[in-house]
């Protein structure tokens, strides 16, 4: 359950980094931010069941949460796959090209799994 949380989350976050998702990242980087009622109504449609599933498999691997605690969790692991595409960004124009382009994509997808993982691992008492 916990691979199939990261493999999902990993995947979403392969798309933001490929050149493809450049005109939705910014999309969704406004729409956020002002979203009008389609959009809000197109989120709720095409995003929200996915969320809903995927809370589903956070409370799972995490009973201690509720499931109001459990669509937080998912909501900031969503977040975060969807960020990398402005953390390559970032380090593009801070650091440079040339930096970016040394295995930077795979060094942020390893820590969206290491955070993943950290996130949904069993509290300990």
């Known amino acids: 359950r916990l691979n199939a949380v990261c493999a999902t989350l990993r995947r979403l976050a392969e798309f933001m980094l490929s050149k493809r998702s450049a005109p939705l990242a910014l999309f969704i980087g406004r729409a956020q931010l002002a979203p009008s009622p389609p959009i809000v109504r ?34 900031c692991l969503f977040g975060m796959s969807l960020g990398v595409r402005h953390q390559w960004a970032s380090m593009q124009m801070l ?31």
């Open 42 to 75: 197109m989120l709720r449609e095409k995003v929200l069941p996915k969320l809903e599933s995927l809370a589903q498999e956070v409370a799972g691997l995490r009973p201690d949460l509720n499931l109001a605690q459990a669509k937080v969790i998912t909501i």
């Open 95 to 125: 650091l440079g090209h040339h930096v970016a382009e040394q295995g930077t994509a795979e060094i942020l997808l390893n820590q969206l799994d290491h955070s993943v993982r950290a996130l949904l691992a069993q509290p300990r008492n």
